[in-house]
């Protein structure tokens, strides 16, 4: 089992910025990717940033220029930093990591959410 701890959310004016953390712990052996989504209430669901192991980003259009994904491989750690916050981007975020132990494939894990608000 893999376990995700995030930290970062909050409350923030437009225009304000937040950085988001998660940590992956637990039967690792290796990560291919992690990531964040966002679910906004009455919505699905949805991919706001990803990072690979090797460095590779990929984002959502409408944080593109506005958000950057981040990772520390040696601490199984992602960051997303949050600038120039809308309050269309108010949602619960999620983090998501993609790892396998020594004896199972490749499976998705999520953290329990993190509260998002922009608002003035």
């Known amino acids: 089992q893999v376990q995700l701890v995030e930290s970062g959310g909050g409350l923030v004016q437009p225009g304000g910025s937040l950085r988001l953390s998660c940590a992956a712990s637990?039967?690792?052996?290796?990560?291919?990717?992690m990531g964040w989504y966002r679910q906004a209430p009455g919505k699905q669901r949805e991919l706001v940033a990803a990072?690979?192991?090797?460095?590779?980003?990929n984002y959502a259009d409408s944080v593109k220029g506005r958000f950057t994904i981040s990772r520390v491989n040696a601490k199984n750690t992602v960051y997303l930093q949050m600038n120039s916050l809308k309050p269309e981007d108010t949602a619960v975020y999620y983090c998501?990591?993609?790892?396998?132990?020594?004896?199972?494939?490749?499976?998705?894990?999520w953290g329990q959410g993190t509260q998002v608000t922009v608002s003035s």
């Open positions: 998501n990591c993609n790892s396998r132990s020594y004896n199972t494939p490749f499976k998705d894990y």
């Open positions: 990072i690979t192991s090797a460095g590779s980003t």
């Open positions: 637990g039967s690792i052996f290796s990560i291919r990717a």
